[in-house]
């Protein structure tokens, strides 16, 4: 993936170290050798009209990390997810304080346009949903909309992003045939596939695994892992077995506030809060 063509070529921004909570993310893990912040979640809080659905959170994803929300329904972890590339103001009412940052720069400046912050963020969604179109035109929907037309870049893009989203072999020999025909663990895939066709930065993903059965969200988890050599990835999910799994930094909300952010490792095995014990143990949620 690393070897995309100049043309879809990004520079990653230069930031400094980040701190999370007390700990310094500049060796986290020994593996590597330069932890980032990518998304500051700044003492935001988020309204539906009057009613309060995020209530001052603040802590930091690192770059290229897997970083899950988890917390029961209606605590605030999709409304969070869609305001990373402002989807939430689709809806009316809506009203924010604090900020959301993607490296040092707000995702509200003035100057940045809300279609250029999504091409920097891809989004996945609890139920796969392909275009009525061929596997091949899902694809490369995105570069087509942004004026790509050369067949060899097209045909490049598509082969990457399904390699990299571990659906080529099954499909390379029919491209052109309707994604529709596809299972719905491979439509997932592809919708993977679509959302890294243009090489974003960080992808979201919303319970991407919660209609599938546990194979396809075995294949789906193991792509997570890979994925996150390229992407930075945010996770919601009410699986507390594929939280632990598939993250490295867990952020567990309840009725809006988040209580507690940290290690997954630490947090499974030895959380700072009781809350938070809690529900990872199933007494509640």
């Known amino acids: 993936m690393n070897t995309m063509t100049d043309d879809l070529k990004k520079t990653e921004p230069k930031t400094p170290p980040v701190t999370v909570g007390q700990e310094t993310y500049e060796k986290h893990d020994q593996s590597k050798s330069d932890v980032r912040a990518c998304i500051t979640v700044d003492h935001y809080d988020f309204f539906y009209g009057k009613t ?20 029961p329904s209606g605590c605030g972890k999709s409304t969070l997810i869609r305001n990373i590339n402002r ?23 003035p100057q940045l346009e809300v279609t250029e912050l999504r091409k920097r963020i ?17 694809v490369i929907y995105s570069l087509r909309v942004s004026g790509q037309n050369r067949k ?22 029919r491209l ?3 994604a529709m025909s596809l299972s719905g663990g491979q439509m997932q895939r592809l919708c ?33 892992y890979e994925l996150k050599k390229d992407f930075t990835i ?25 209580v507690e952010f940290g290690e997954t490792k630490k947090m499974f095995m030895s959380p700072e809060k009781k809350q938070t014990e809690e529900y990872i143990t199933g007494r509640f949620g």
């Open 122 to 138: 891809g989004m996945v969604f609890q139920k796969s949903n392909p275009f009525p179109k061929s596997i091949y035109e899902n």
């Open 87 to 109: 989807m939430n103001e689709l809806v009316d009412g809506v009203s924010h304080t604090g900020d959301i940052r993607i490296y040092s720069q707000s995702i509200y400046d």
């Open 152 to 173: 060899s870049i097209l045909d490049e893009v598509c082969e990457m992003s399904l390699k990299a989203s571990a659906l080529w072999d099954e499909v390379k020999d």
């Open 234 to 258: 945010v996770i919601v999910t009410h699986n507390m077995q594929q939280a632990a799994r598939v993250s490295d930094m867990t952020a567990f909300f309840y009725m809006g506030n988040l």
């Open 52 to 71: 309060q659905a995020i209530y001052d959170a603040h802590f930091v994803m690192p770059e290229k990390q897997v970083t899950a929300i988890i917390g």
């Open 192 to 224: 993977i596939a679509r959302a890294i066709a243009n090489r974003p930065e960080i992808l979201l993903m919303d319970e991407p695994c919660s209609a599938l059965d546990p194979i396809a969200t075995a294949k789906i988890e193991e792509l997570i």
């Open 176 to 178: 052109h045939q309707s």
